[in-house]
């Protein structure tokens, strides 16, 4: 961190302290609470000149790269890396994942899913869930346009509002595009929409069984003792235990390893029946 120039550091400090608040933001427009039309007007403009400042120290970086002899590709990428925190390039490649979904969605495709293989879906308990609340973001998105008077204020809330609405489409669309895959050699790979990806490999099973519970936590829970909870709709249906520890990451890059796995999908059975009976 010494070694890095004092814009490259500068802007690494700025963009670690906004992504929190962002964040912040972002879990308050998906459960529907609004901050003030002052708040979401101020955290914008903070937003837009740290991005500022980010595309003058990566433009720095890149010039530098390429004075070294880097070629364009090479440049960009070291800029990138050197600039930009491990965890905010990770949310960023989530979103972009995300929004892709949509038209695959719209297509009818899967993503990771080859002839041959079972693909299990797991977004039952959440679907209703997930139109609820854009039917509410979207009534609310409305009745702000009718009700704001000032017109900077106005745009920016809207803008918010049907962003907000997209990026809760394109996490569902996600979802339902990335399933759980059964392949016929007997190993799998467990997924949550672009968020949480796992490959587990057939002789890492040491059991399956249907299993349902109804856990409590965020999404990605891990127990001391090793238990990695994937919960959708507050449940998991499917027990997977393990032979050995495996690593998993988590959706901002950190690292840990499980040796039982719980996680959920729709049709619970056909999953176990797939994984006992591999090819």
Same mark, same amino acid.
């Given at each position: 961190?010494?070694? /890095?120039? /004092?814009?490259v550091r500068v802007a690494r400090v700025a963009v670690a302290a906004v992504l929190p608040g962002e964040l912040a933001l972002a879990a308050c427009l998906v459960a529907g609470v609004r901050?003030?039309?002052?708040? &979401?007007?101020?955290?914008?403009?903070?937003?837009?000149?740290? &991005?500022l400042l980010e595309a003058w120290v990566l433009r720095s970086l890149y010039v530098a790269a390429r004075a070294r002899g880097a070629d364009r590709r090479a440049a960009r990428r070291s800029a990138v890396q050197e600039?930009?925190?491990?965890?905010? +390039? +990770?949310l960023v490649l989530h979103e972009l994942r995300a929004l892709a979904s949509l038209g695959r969605w719209v297509r009818r495709g899967t993503h990771g899913v080859r002839p041959g293989d079972l693909a299990a879906a797991y977004t039952g308990p959440q679907t209703a869930m997930m139109y609820g609340?854009?039917?509410?973001?979207?009534i609310e998105t409305v009745v702000l346009a009718l009700l704001i008077p000032w017109p900077v204020v106005h745009r920016v809330i809207l803008v918010l509002d049907l962003y907000g609405v997209v990026l809760v489409l394109a996490l569902h669309a996600a979802c339902v595009t990335r399933p759980h895959v059964v392949r016929p050699d007997g190993s799998l790979r467990i /997924?949550?929409?672009a968020l949480f990806d796992l490959a587990i490999p057939p002789d890492a099973v040491a059991s399956v069984r249907v299993d349902r519970r109804y856990p409590e936590g965020s999404l990605i829970t891990l127990s001391e003792d090793g238990v990695l909870d994937l919960i959708v709709g507050s449940q998991t249906s499917v027990t997977l235990e393990l032979n050995r520890p495996l690593p998993f990451t988590r959706p901002l890059g950190a690292t840990e390893e499980a040796h039982i796995i719980r996680f959920h999908a729709d049709d619970a059975r056909a999953l176990v029946s797939a994984l006992r009976q591999p090819a």
């Open positions: 961190m010494s070694g /890095r120039p /004092r814009g901050p003030p039309g002052w708040a &979401l007007a101020g955290a914008e403009a903070l937003v837009l000149v740290v &991005l600039a930009v925190p491990v965890a905010v +390039r +990770r609340l854009l039917f509410v973001m979207v /997924r949550y929409g």
